[in-house]
């Protein structure tokens, strides 16, 4: 295990409606990514947070938006849900030391269903 | 722009055959990082190496192998005498080294079913 939770694990929820999903990162890692993956596809990146700072972004719309909590937890927030958005969200943290990445370990996932 | 097309989408081998998984990626840096994820049913990702683009030695680690070849950007991942808990989606990543923003990006993946 890679100490990385996430939660909830599944989700229904309605077309338009808001969601937040919730992640804690491994002891010690101060970065968290987190990713989309849609069936069948692999996960694409949404945005990653160092240091509660918003630290670079994918090709995702303003209504996916986060944040990340002085002890390093991340929220996820999606508002006026779409049925595309329906996927399963990954989230993953890491230790970033001055500029050298690191291995990112990932969550069991939050599975959105949006209907 | 960062590019990892894994061509096979799906393998089915039979209990004890070896497999090789093929990557072959696309990045316009000189210092990146390559890994390989598993992903079992349950969905986790589980990281099983990640290579650096300095380091082309290939590695073993038990009945898992990696070759990696800058020469023609691929980082192909062998399994041995494969096992049905083998079944999984494995997943190609690549991200830069350095830099503040290290998303990893990654193939679509390949099926690998093992039967007993």
């Known amino acids: 295990e890679t100490g990385v939770t996430q939660s909830p694990t599944h989700l229904i929820k309605t077309r338009g409606q808001q969601v937040t999903l919730r992640c804690s990162s491994q002891?010690?890692?101060?970065?968290v990514s987190w990713y989309q993956q849609a069936l069948g596809q692999g996960p694409q990146f949404i945005f990653q947070?160092?240091?509660?700072?918003?630290?670079g972004r994918g090709n995702f719309p303003p209504r996916f938006s986060g944040l990340q909590f002085p002890n390093y937890s991340s929220e996820l927030n999606v508002n006026a849900l779409e049925l595309d958005d329906s996927a399963l969200y990954l989230c993953?943290?890491?230790?970033?030391?001055?500029?050298?990445?690191?291995?990112?370990?990932f969550g069991p996932g939050t599975r959105l269903t949006v209907l | 722009a960062q590019k990892v097309t894994q061509a096979q989408t799906e393998i089915s081998v039979v209990e004890k055959e070896d497999v090789t998984l093929d990557c072959v990626y696309e990045?316009?840096?000189?210092?990146?990082?390559l890994f390989w994820y598993k992903q079992p049913p349950s969905g986790e990702l589980v990281f099983l190496i990640r290579?650096?683009?300095?380091?082309?030695q290939n590695e073993i680690s038990g009945r898992y192998s990696w070759n990696f070849q800058k020469s023609t950007s691929s980082f192909n991942f062998t399994i041995t005498a494969s096992q049905v808990v083998d079944s999984a989606v494995y997943f190609c990543?690549?991200?830069?080294?350095?830099?503040?923003?290290?998303?990893?990006?990654f193939g679509k993946g390949i099926t690998l079913s093992v039967r007993p």
């Open positions: 290579r650096n683009s300095f380091d082309e």
């Open positions: 002891s010690g890692h101060n970065t």
């Open positions: 990543a690549l991200t830069r080294r350095t830099g503040a923003n290290s998303k990893l990006t």
């Open positions: 947070y160092y240091r509660e700072e918003e630290n």
């Open positions: 990045t316009r840096d000189t210092t990146y990082y």
């Open positions: 993953a943290s890491s230790l970033a030391s001055g500029s050298i990445t690191d291995t990112q370990y």
